[in-house]
């Protein structure tokens, strides 16, 4: 079926209301495992018609904003979800202390249990508690409006910070410093908003996290998180591995850039941000071509892949270009009563359209290959695991780069390899500062620059802080971070996805056929299992072990240090 073909009408919410008391009423009332499987599996089924007409309106909604009918539809949903809360917790509830839940567990495995248990640790019925809760909502609602309602004078014009991107990489030194400059001088006039934002939220979180009994809100953010198989000691480790080993691969590959780019190192943030003399690598071709080269590259790696992908696109799953109307940014989600994921895209002319049949495509294979999976909440994973799906099959697509890229591909690749690198210590010193920030709330927002200022020599030494742009140099740049404001500790999640991917990188080179076996073996699982799970059951190493980085490491450096860039300047 296709996507225009999928039929929508508003539930009723008394009723819907009314069926979710009734399923859990009858779960506590069944009187053996059978019974109580029958509710459980009419609930799951309820759960998906819910997801699918609440997705339906967002995707629709997203597609067209000006649209009245979606547009109405997605603020009754708006509505709806948080009334709706209170019979998921009394569901939740009475899945937890049901008798029968060592029957539940040999069937559907122990993880529902798990995750609702640590669910239950992130919220306290409490007047108190869900005022802060909410204050906290609007407190990082009103730094994304600050961010969307930037208007940047640039060359005349006046541009959103999402339209000045392209410029901050222009080849000419000139007019690339110049947008940086416009951007940072943004941030500086908004500086004292963008201050007194974090110093509320840090302080309402760490409210948040007392209230319920723990020593300020780190572990309150690792159960929001939904961590459940790694600790704050792991991270720490993982850290450390990443100073060890990533730091100094990086550090070569930014040296090795100012050479090419004739600047000194270290280097200013807008120079960092160019990495050939003639531009970072574009995608060569037109949105269909981009389309049809992906068709091509996911019928050769495997017969499920062939099928997946051709469904996206006979099903019409795939809503890719810039239309008027349309909402800005990119996702993929998942329609479950018509077992199809959904990717929506904005397509620009950059290397980010070649990711949206790359990546977001990596998700939404994950998503088809469990979209009958019991129960729901089974079909994905947790974030890091959910990223693992994307970022290697950015890997397995690296052979067909001549079709994505034409000229650029030597570009890409060079680029691909080292940017998965040089992220990671920028994403862990994301995470590192943030756990800094929530063990010592008292921080004034000065001392909160400081330390990131300090944490920029140890993890991004290639990067000048005197220069000639106040805002980076005075340690503001993690303003620009939107998960510090909006989603804390989910940085980390990245870097340990792309720290499996660089593992699939390896595998790849080594033996390619070997290397898609472990990735069904891992995307298979659907979210049955937690990370660390996933990844042992499908024989791969932990992010955690610092054998995984030092080896990654090894060999990439090894590929860099033989990678010909002759006659790319
Ligand atoms: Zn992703």
């Known amino acids: 079926m296709k996507f225009s073909e999928m039929s929508y009408t508003r539930p009723d919410l008394e009723d819907l209301k009314n069926r979710m008391s009734t399923l859990?009423?009858?779960?506590?009332?069944?009187?053996?495992?059978?019974?109580?499987?029958?509710?459980?599996?009419?609930?799951?089924?309820?759960?998906?018609?819910?997801?699918?007409?609440?997705?339906?309106?967002?995707?629709?909604h997203s597609i067209d904003t000006r649209d009245e009918f979606y547009s109405a539809e997605q603020d009754f949903w708006n509505a709806a979800m948080p009334e709706l809360e209170?019979?998921?917790?009394?569901?939740?509830?009475?899945?937890?202390?049901n008798p029968f839940r060592d029957a539940f567990e040999e069937e559907f495995g122990n993880l529902m249990f798990v995750n609702a248990e640590i669910a239950l640790k992130t919220f306290l019925p409490t007047e108190e508690f869900i005022t802060a809760m909410k204050e906290e909502n609007d407190v990082s609602n009103a730094y994304e409006k600050l961010l969307a309602s930037a208007a940047i004078p640039f060359e005349g014009g006046v541009y959103t910070l999402s339209q000045l991107t392209p410029f901050k990489s222009d080849p000419d030194d000139e007019r690339r410093l110049t947008a940086?400059?416009?951007?940072?001088?943004?941030?500086?006039?908004?500086?004292?908003?963008?201050?007194?934002?974090?110093?509320?939220?840090?302080?309402?979180?760490?409210?948040?996290?007392?209230?319920?009994?723990?020593?300020?809100?780190?572990?309150?953010?690792?159960?929001?998180?939904?961590?459940?198989?790694?600790?704050?000691?792991?991270?720490?480790?993982?850290?450390?591995?990443?100073?060890?080993?990533?730091?100094?691969?990086?550090?070569?590959?930014?040296?090795?850039?100012?050479?090419?780019?004739?600047?000194?190192?270290?280097?200013?943030?807008?120079?960092?941000?160019?990495?050939?003399?003639?531009?970072?690598?574009?995608?060569?071709?037109?949105p269909d071509e981009i389309l049809a080269a992906a068709m091509d590259f996911y019928r050769a790696l495997s017969p499920e892949t062939e099928v997946f992908f051709r469904t996206m696109l006979e099903g019409e799953l795939m809503n890719v270009l810039s239309t008027e109307g349309k909402q800005a940014g990119g996702y993929c989600t998942g329609i479950p009563d018509y077992e199809v994921p959904f990717i929506f895209?904005?397509?620009?002319?950059?290397?980010?359209?070649?990711?949206?049949?790359?990546?977001?495509?990596g998700h939404a294979f994950a998503s088809w290959m469990n979209r009958t999976r019991i129960p729901l909440e089974y079909v994905w994973p947790s974030m890091e695991a959910c990223?693992?799906?994307?970022?290697?099959?950015?890997?397995?697509?690296?052979?067909?780069?001549?079709?994505?890229?034409?000229?650029?591909?030597?570009?890409?690749?060079?680029?691909?390899?080292?940017?998965?690198?040089?992220?990671?210590?920028?994403?862990?010193?994301?995470?590192?500062?943030?756990?800094?920030?929530?063990?010592?709330?008292?921080?004034?927002p000065k001392q909160r620059h400081t330390v990131w200022k300090e944490l920029s020599g140890i993890y991004l030494?290639?990067?000048?802080?005197?220069?000639?742009?106040?805002?980076?140099?005075?340690?503001?740049a993690w303003q620009r971070q939107h998960h510090i404001y909006s989603s804390p500790f989910?940085?980390?999640?990245?870097?340990?996805?792309?720290?499996?991917?660089?593992?699939?990188?390896?595998?790849?080179?080594?033996d390619r056929e070997n290397a898609w076996r472990h990735y069904m073996a891992y995307t298979q699982q659907g979210g049955s299992r937690t990370f660390t799970d996933l990844l042992k059951h499908a024989g791969l190493q932990s992010p955690f072990e610092e054998d995984c980085l030092r080896s990654v490491c090894e060999k990439a450096t090894a590929f860099l240090d033989a990678f010909d860039l002759s006659g790319i300047q």
């Open 461 to 476: 030494p290639w990067m000048k802080l005197d220069g000639e742009i106040p805002f980076y140099a005075d340690g503001e």
């Open 180 to 286: 940086w400059k416009a951007e940072g001088q943004w941030y500086k006039d908004n500086q004292d908003k963008l201050d007194e934002f974090y110093d509320r939220l840090v302080h309402l979180r760490d409210r948040l996290g007392r209230m319920l009994g723990y020593d300020g809100f780190t572990q309150l953010g690792y159960y929001r998180m939904g961590r459940n198989c790694y600790s704050k000691e792991d991270v720490e480790k993982f850290r450390s591995a990443v100073i060890k080993y990533v730091v100094p691969v990086a550090d070569q590959v930014f040296r090795r850039q100012a050479d090419r780019l004739g600047k000194n190192y270290p280097m200013s943030y807008a120079d960092n941000c160019l990495e050939f003399r003639s531009g970072n690598p574009r995608p060569d071709g037109s």
């Open 490 to 510: 989910y940085y980390i999640d990245y870097c340990l996805a792309q720290t499996v991917a660089l593992q699939f990188w390896k595998m790849i080179g080594e």
């Open 86 to 97: 209170e019979f998921v917790q009394e569901w939740t509830l009475a899945l937890l202390e």
């Open 345 to 361: 895209a904005n397509f620009n002319g950059t290397q980010g359209d070649v990711e949206v049949v790359t990546h977001e495509a």
């Open 387 to 444: 990223e693992v799906h994307s970022m290697s099959m950015e890997f397995f697509a690296e052979p067909w780069s001549e079709r994505f890229f034409g000229r650029d591909a030597r570009k890409f690749l060079y680029s691909h390899l080292s940017g998965a690198l040089t992220f990671l210590p920028y994403g862990t010193m994301v995470d590192h500062f943030q756990h800094i920030v929530y063990e010592k709330p008292v921080l004034t």
């Open 24 to 60: 859990t009423a009858s779960l506590r009332a069944a009187e053996d495992y059978q019974q109580a499987r029958e509710v459980f599996l009419e609930k799951d089924q309820l759960n998906r018609h819910v997801e699918t007409l609440s997705m339906l309106v967002s995707i629709r």
